[in-house]
């Protein structure tokens, strides 16, 4: 981290890949010594390809018609986080980028979602981990990256890191990530100079929004607590009329999601 943090400040170029490379390359140092929880260089070289989970989707039918209510409950609660990981996600780069105009309306929005939901129905039927945005591109942003020409570097290199995996990465721990995602954080936090401080009503709903993020290790329930904050504050203040529809709606799927685990 202190590494991570030094090359920042100083501006190197690809401050973030060249400190985990550091990182990693003294922690095998140091595994070599014996030291324990370091990363290694892998014991095999060998490439296995793991297909099993391709097309295991097709299994939930049958529980999506033998208990359809069950079904669309746990449809809802994916589609609830995914939905506001991703604009979350979304907003955030967006105003490291320049692309959040003065309405706070993200520019290009549709096409975003639309991307970000094609590769999470693809990748589910691929039996993958969710394809969807993340927050970690920040740290790409904050090395330059402006246009899709970044997606797509990123995405190539994702696919060329299938068959290096486990002869390379396999020295990439949680240890040697851990120091760029704090370096991610850190260029989040500073979106929150742009919060009206002053104001309660903002300034509640952002903190609890904040706060619940970090408490949950969730940014969909972040913004959901954030939602809630938000309305409570506005109906305290009497300003009930200022508060769009769509809040209204939110706030009773929210209150609902948090509440369904209980009567269930």
């Not at 094609?118 to 990748?123: A, N």
């Not at 769009?244 to 799927?253: D, F, G, K, Q």
């Amino acid at each position: 981290l202190l590494i991570t943090i030094g090359l920042v400040v100083k501006r190197v170029p690809a401050a973030v890949f060249v400190s985990m490379v550091i990182t990693a390359v003294i922690g095998i140092i140091c595994g070599a010594f014996g030291i324990d929880g370091m990363p290694a260089l892998p014991e095999s070289w060998a490439m296995n390809f793991d297909m099993s989970t391709v097309g295991a989707f097709t299994s939930g039918f049958g529980e999506l018609f033998a208990n359809p209510m069950n079904a669309i409950v746990i449809i809802f609660s994916f589609l609830f986080v995914d939905f506001f990981d991703t604009a979350g996600t979304l907003v955030a780069i967006g105003n490291e980028i320049g692309l959040v105009n003065s309405k706070g309306e993200l520019e290009g929005a549709e096409q975003a979602l639309l991307a970000d939901s094609i590769g999470t129905v693809f990748g589910a039927v691929l039996g993958t981990s969710t394809v969807t945005s993340f927050v970690e591109s920040t740290s790409g942003v904050g090395v330059g990256g402006r246009t899709g020409l970044t997606a797509v570097t990123a995405g190539v290199l994702f696919a060329l890191s299938v068959f290096i995996s486990p002869i390379l990465l396999s020295a990439i721990t949680n240890a040697v990530t851990a120091p760029a995602l704090i370096i991610v954080g850190v260029m989040m936090a500073q979106q929150l100079k742009g919060i009206e401080w002053d104001n309660m009503i903002y300034a509640v709903s952002a903190f609890v929004t904040v706060i619940a993020m970090v408490l949950t290790y969730s940014i969909s329930n972040g913004i959901a607590f954030g939602f809630i904050a938000y309305a409570v504050s506005m109906i305290a203040a009497r300003k009930t009329k200022e508060v769009h529809i769509t809040v209204w709606v939110l706030l009773v799927i929210f209150v609902l999601y948090f509440a369904s685990p209980y009567f269930m």
